[in-house]
């Protein structure tokens, strides 16, 4: 019998680490898992391995406080871009001794769990300086608002982009948050669909 190679699951996906966003959470001194008392948290959104997510758009997620990761959560009714799906059990990075209501303080304490992702949308990611000139905030899975610097990118010997207000790269899908400035040079996480227009 035939069997569809397009329908179903392929196989060949980019995996990546990502960090979740589940919420403020809720602990507990004396709750019980399979090895008797624990302490335990729960969380007002939690992601589960076969979850849907889309791009978490936090002020909070630059790309000095994820580490180089990009945080994603629960896909949700006004969500534009579903990046991918959970492929295994969520792990602590450190799990909190109180409960938390802060993402930037869960962020910045380490209090948050990460987990594989299987990307729905094909792109390389790649981490770039972004020049500041004072345009506009970059909001994580916002597009047109980010556009490759060739003169900077030529004399740093790596890529460079500028924030722009308008008719940027479609092409590239920002993944870290950074604010309007016209002084800042940070870095950026990118994700890649294509080919970006360039201002010189």
């Not at 190679?5 to 403020?24: A, F, W, Y």
């Not at 406080?65 to 534009?80: E, M, R, W, Y």
């Not at 800042?184 to 990118?190: E, G, S, T």
């Amino acid at each position: 019998m035939a069997v569809s190679g397009i329908s179903g699951d392929m196989g060949l996906v980019r995996q990546v680490t990502v960090i979740l966003k589940e919420g403020n959470t809720t602990y507990s001194a004396s709750g019980y898992g399979p090895f008797g008392k624990v302490a335990i948290n729960t969380f007002a959104s939690e992601i589960c391995k076969g979850d849907p997510v889309a791009i978490s758009t936090d002020t909070a997620n630059t790309y000095a406080a994820t580490g180089g990761l990009f945080v994603v959560a629960p896909i949700a009714n006004s969500v534009d871009l579903c990046i991918g799906r959970i492929l295994d059990e969520p792990k602590w990075y450190r799990q909190p001794a109180s409960s938390q209501s802060t993402w930037s303080t869960q962020l910045s304490g380490g209090y948050f769990r990460t987990a594989t992702l299987e990307l729905y949308v094909p792109m390389t990611i790649m981490r770039a300086t972004i020049t500041c000139t004072n345009a506009t905030a970059i909001t994580p899975g916002t597009t047109g608002n980010l556009d490759i610097d060739a003169s900077a990118s030529q004399a740093a010997h790596c890529l460079a982009v500028d924030d722009c207000a308008s008719g940027g790269a479609t092409g590239m899908i920002p993944l870290t948050y950074v604010a309007q400035s016209s002084t800042a040079v940070v870095d950026v996480l990118i994700g890649f669909t294509g080919l970006g227009s360039v201002t010189t």
